[in-house]
């Protein structure tokens, strides 16, 4: 996201070239973050949403099926069965993918569906064979079909915020006559407002679920079913970075217009199926994390309430719901360390792009190559840097707070924790789709097209939701699985705490102590590139009549060149 945002900044805004030229030294180092983040990344980030829910479903079918080993077998064995028959629906849905030539938004998005929904009946039809086969409860199956019910809800409400075929989408792109503030707060609209549906949806699974099965096995399974059909919902995830890396290539090689037009089309489409792949984990993580919650508390020694406002009801009065203010925190604190590491990496590509611009002479004219590698050399080593702290915000908290305070807070934290990531990763995914279509819309022609005002105002949203989108958003899922896998795998050190609460203040000290030590050397880091950039570049030696091209940018960015001479 470092390269994608400075690449846009110093490329488009200030020296109003296509996105993707060759001639932007940063353009490489975004064509492979794309790769890193949007595939190895996002897809890292569902593998472990899928098997986190894989997990929870095998630590609850041990501990709420004890009674019959044999039923405990089975319930362990059937999460497995599930994303083994997934793997089969996913590949023959992929076969009804297709569309016409010169389809609109809405006919590609209608080809994925479906495909999705191809998928969805097949894996229907596997699940009622499972369960019958295996002679498990047909409630367990109604869970199942709870689940992916959701997760196809909440895919179509991430389409209608995040397309451009719909309202939502088109009232930014309008925002932008009045300009970026405009833009940015239509957007932040649009992204607070898109979380209301996913959170009824998930809200309504989990009341389904625990009516029909009357415990938290049902919840975890109804996660499973949700990510069932993983492959091809990975697939249409990675849709996007391939198309937008698809679209990089036409422009760098001057392919004709109409290709970069098409690829322009299924960029487009990539922003949203990739809100629709990020729903369906954030909902995952939110349903894996109360499965995983339940077990804590479990191994704590418990009880949880299904109804009721206390929801750890092993804690003293007042305990939990101290826990539960720092947990709500927690979210918050964590998209500002990955939102402020992307703006610093950002300011970094900046400099060093502005100095080869005019260090390099011949760049824009096509006649001296940038040096790309260089910028892809410094976000690898920014993004190492700058993740270290982020890590420890996911880490270290329920450490502290379980070793040093007790695991009654701790309860209430990892609780209050789960809620508010999952509200502000929807909203930040959404918002950040939402962004980046807007844009996607103005390039298709209206309100001016490309280079317009409107255009570069939307320029400027896209630029906001990228780390919104891809960086800061789907990571609270990983917040999420990790604060809720330190609760139930620690456990039993947390139960006999007041043998060495004394651990947790020496954990809190440390911090302290390490994470102004380690922002200092990442700010050092950055001063230095900083001073790259300012230094004076060498003097040029010329010889008489040696031609100098000036190039001047007038309000209407029309290059002006001036011929200077010695003499």
């Excluded at 919840?219 to 697939?235: C, D, F, Q, Y």
């Excluded at 050399?377 to 040093?404: D, F």
């Excluded at 917040?479 to 896998?485: A, F, I, N, Q, R």
Aim: hydrophobic fraction near 50%; glycine fraction near 10%.
């Amino acid at each position: 996201k470092a390269a994608d945002v400075g690449a846009d900044l110093v490329g488009k805004v200030e020296n109003d070239i296509p996105e993707d030229d060759a001639r932007n030294p940063a353009t490489i180092a975004d064509n492979v973050g794309d790769n890193v983040g949007d595939v190895a990344g996002m897809g890292a980030d569902i593998f472990g949403s899928f098997s986190g829910s894989i997990i929870a479903c095998c630590l609850l079918g041990y501990t709420e099926f004890a009674a019959s080993p044999l039923a405990q077998q089975k319930a362990i064995a059937l999460p497995y069965w599930i994303s083994g028959s997934g793997i089969f629906a996913s590949a023959i849905g992929l076969f009804f993918v297709k569309t016409k030539e010169k389809a609109n938004q809405r006919e590609v998005l209608h080809a994925v569906n479906r495909g999705l929904l191809v998928a969805m009946i097949i894996q229907i039809g596997c699940m009622a064979g499972i369960i019958a086969i295996l002679d498990l409860s047909w409630k367990l199956f109604g869970c199942i079909i709870i689940g992916l019910a959701a997760g196809r809800a909440t895919g179509f409400s991430a389409e209608y915020f995040t397309s451009h075929a719909f309202k939502p989408t088109r009232s930014i792109a309008k925002a932008g006559l009045a300009g970026p503030a405009s833009v940015i707060i239509q957007g932040l609209s649009v992204g607070m407002i898109s979380s209301i549906p996913p959170t009824l949806i998930i809200a309504a699974t989990v009341l389904a679920v625990v009516n029909l099965v009357g415990g938290f096995y049902g919840i975890a399974l109804a996660s499973v079913g949700l990510l069932s059909n993983l492959g091809i919902t990975l697939a249409t995830d990675a849709f996007g970075p391939v198309a937008d890396n698809a679209g990089g290539i036409a422009e760098m090689a001057q392919m004709p217009a109409h290709v970069r037009e098409n690829t322009d089309v299924l960029d487009a489409l990539g922003n949203t199926t990739a809100a629709v792949g990020k729903g369906f984990a954030m909902g995952s993580a939110v349903l894996t994390g109360l499965s995983l919650l339940s077990s804590y508390v479990t191994r704590i020694g418990g009880s949880m309430a299904l109804n009721g406002i206390n929801i750890v009801q092993i804690s003293p009065p007042g305990y939990a719901m101290a826990g539960s203010l720092v947990g709500a925190m927690i979210p918050f604190a964590f998209g500002a360390v990955t939102m402020g590491a992307v703006a610093k990496a950002a300011r970094g590509v900046v400099y060093e792009v502005r100095r080869q611009f005019r260090d390099i002479p011949g760049i824009m004219d096509r006649t001296a190559r940038p040096d790309y590698a260089r910028c892809v050399e410094m976000v690898t080593h920014a993004s190492l840097m700058q993740m270290v702290i982020p890590s420890l915000v996911v880490i270290m908290p329920p450490l502290i707070i379980g070793i040093g305070l007790g695991p009654e807070i701790l309860g209430g934290m990892l609780a209050s924790s789960i809620v508010c990531s999952f509200v502000l990763g929807l909203m930040m995914s959404a918002a950040g789709g939402a962004w980046d279509n807007a844009k996607k819309y103005i390039e298709s022609g209206v309100y001016g097209g490309k280079r317009s005002e409107v255009h570069k105002a939307c320029v400027v949203g896209d630029t906001v939701g990228d780390p919104f989108k891809d960086t800061s958003g789907p990571s609270l899922n990983i917040l999420v699985k990790l604060s809720t896998y330190a609760g139930v795998v620690l456990a039993p050190i947390y139960r006999n705490q007041q043998d060495f609460w004394w651990v947790g203040i020496i954990l809190l000290v440390a911090m302290f102590v390490f994470v102004p030590f380690w922002q200092d050397r990442v700010n050092k880091s950055f001063k230095t590139k900083k001073a790259m950039f300012d230094q004076t570049p060498p003097a040029v030696e010329m010889t008489a009549k040696t031609p100098v091209a000036v190039t001047l940018s007038p309000a209407d960015h029309q290059d002006v060149k001036v011929q200077i001479h010695k003499d």
